[in-house]
């Protein structure tokens, strides 16, 4: 495929019940990795393991914000955009600002076929969350990379 940006694979999630349990919240763990693909040189990578709440999306919003459908695939990528702040540019690690794993998650909706229409609502969630909390580094807590890196898939 050489039209970017693009998905390299599928989003295929497993509840995990202990990670549940461990974390206090609903996780769903990735069972292939995947790649959103921006170019031949950068890319984002969601590695098999990992784990995923599929959004920070309080459940009174799911009708306007639903987590499950179409746009699973861009809430786990988001996911580990905001964990860990970096992408892939030229096969090393290269550090990003939330606002810009902020914008491939509305990227990453346009490429799962997204619609201004859809995408808006997440859009201004997410952009809230980021002003009001002053997000400015990584998400993840030891606890969760510990879960993640004793996974044998």
Known sequence: MSAFPYF??????RYDAEASRALGADYWRHMESYDLRLSQ???????????????????????VVPRDGKFEQAYGLHDQLCEYLSLTVDGKPYRISRE?????LYVAMEVLGGTEREIAPVRAAVEANRRVLNVSE????????????????
């Open 8 to 13: 390299d694979g599928s989003c295929v999630l």
């Open 138 to 153: 990584p998400s993840n807590t030891a606890l969760k990379r510990e879960l993640e890196s004793k996974w044998v898939g």
């Open 100 to 104: 810009r794993a902020d914008s491939l």
């Open 41 to 63: 040189r950068q890319w984002a990578h969601v590695p098999a393991g990992t784990l995923t709440d599929k959004g920070s999306v309080p459940r009174t919003a799911w009708p």
